[in-house]
């Protein structure tokens, strides 16, 4: 790994980071904030919205939960949680790899004594390290302020598991969008397929929990490896777990030996 190439990253994309961290620390806070012990009725307060049963169902909305976690697994990490840090990495792992391709900056990059296993490497290094930047950050916020709301009414170790499962998956998608920033060499191609198939598999996890006859949709999509209630509740998930660590590793992996093997225009 270049040390050189990973500072220069950070100095120009700790903003982004740092800015994503925060807007997730402040909806978990919002989330957090809606939870009521004593009267866990928030189907009942957005029914008053006059929302369609199909869409509460859609964002996993309509679950009656009575415990932190499950309220949590549901409210947030249901939806929210696999949602917008994909916004963030996606256009991340662009800049890193495809937006330095076609902008010719890459050439410089490459006229450094680094080569081009090492370069794709570090970019795919720094990008696990943000995600896994954001996904502590909202571990950390979870657990200080559930102690400061609710003492004692959070239990750890599953809400542990739920940001180990949501990093397992981010680490994942993630992989996907550095796999076709590394695959392309212009950022509409890459965007469109590092963004555009994780977003479909979004659209299919939603439009999966809208009613019976639509829940096998779920399987074409890899949030199936990822049900929030299930790591939640401590049910057996090291299957899932172990195949998303290893799809996200494989495709870091893959995004590596294509950069390594395609014809560069510079």
């Not at 740092?18 to 009521?36: D, K, R, T």
């Not at 709301?149 to 994942?172: C, D, S, T």
Request: hydrophobic fraction near 55%; include cysteine; aromatic fraction near 12%.
């Amino acid at each position: 790994m270049s040390k050189a190439l990973f500072l220069k990253n950070l100095r120009a994309h700790w903003k982004l980071a740092a800015a994503s961290a925060g807007v997730l620390a402040l909806y978990f806070s919002v989330i957090l904030g809606m939870y009521n012990p004593e009267n866990p009725g928030i189907i009942g307060m957005l029914a008053s919205y006059k929302l369609p049963p199909f869409l509460l169902a859609a964002f996993g909305f309509d679950r009656v939960v009575t415990e932190l976690n499950g309220f949590l697994a549901s409210f947030f990490y249901g939806m929210l949680m696999l949602a917008f840090p994909l916004v963030s990495y996606a256009f991340l792992a662009n800049r890193l790899v495809a937006a330095l391709v076609e902008k010719g900056s890459m050439a410089t990059v490459l006229q450094a004594p680094i080569t081009r296993v090492k370069t794709a490497f570090t970019q795919g290094v720094f990008l696990i390290c943000c995600v896994a930047f954001l996904v502590l950050s909202v571990t950390l916020t979870g657990l200080l302020l559930a102690q400061a709301l609710f003492p004692g009414l959070l239990g750890v170790p599953g809400f542990l598991r739920l940001n180990l499962g949501a990093l397992l998956l981010h680490l994942m998608l993630s992989g996907l969008c550095f796999f076709f920033s590394c695959l392309f060499s212009d950022t509409r191609r890459s965007l469109a397929w590092g963004s555009g198939l994780p977003i479909l598999f979004i659209l299919l996890h939603m439009l999966a929990k809208t009613g019976p006859g639509l829940h096998a949709l779920r399987f074409l999509t890899p949030f199936s490896l990822y049900e929030a209630m299930d790591y939640a509740a401590g049910k057996p998930i090291l299957t899932q777990a172990a195949a998303m660590l290893a799809s996200g590793l494989l495709l870091y992996a893959a995004g590596v030996w294509v950069f390594h093997r395609k014809d560069l225009p510079l």
